[in-house]
Nanobody, 122 residues
């Protein structure tokens, strides 16, 4: 079992930055791929970024590539999402997830956090 708790969301002006954190409990954190997803009001949940278990491999959605950076610290059992040059369209609830495979589809992830709200004002 893995429990995930996100933090770091908030209100920021367009062009600003936020760093989201997701702390995991459980002894097998380092064996999981970790992903970030987001869901805006009235929209389906969408993929943002993923990182494999050891950290050198990452994948980003086209909408965040070059602006967001995913990273992980297996000692601290934490995955991060550094978000720069934020846009109003980045406004959403952001979720972290853990899964056995390095994938971009949400159905591939087994464990989910409760989400953290990110609001970007124009």
């Amino acid at each position: 079992q893995v429990q995930l708790v996100e933090s770091g969301g908030g209100l920021v002006q367009a062009g600003g930055s936020l760093r989201l954190s997701c702390v995991a409990s459980g002894r097998t954190f380092s064996s999981y791929a970790m992903g970030w997803f987001r869901q805006a009001p009235g929209k389906e949940r969408e993929f943002v970024a993923t990182i494999n278990w050891i950290g050198p491999n990452t994948v980003y959605s086209d909408s965040v590539k070059g602006r967001f950076t995913i990273s992980r610290d297996n000692v601290k059992k934490t995955v991060y999402l550094q978000m720069n040059s934020l846009k109003p369209e980045d406004t959403a609830v952001y979720f972290c997830a853990a899964g056995p495979n390095f994938r971009t589809r949400d159905v591939e992830y087994t464990y989910w956090g409760q989400g953290t709200q990110v609001t970007v004002s124009s």
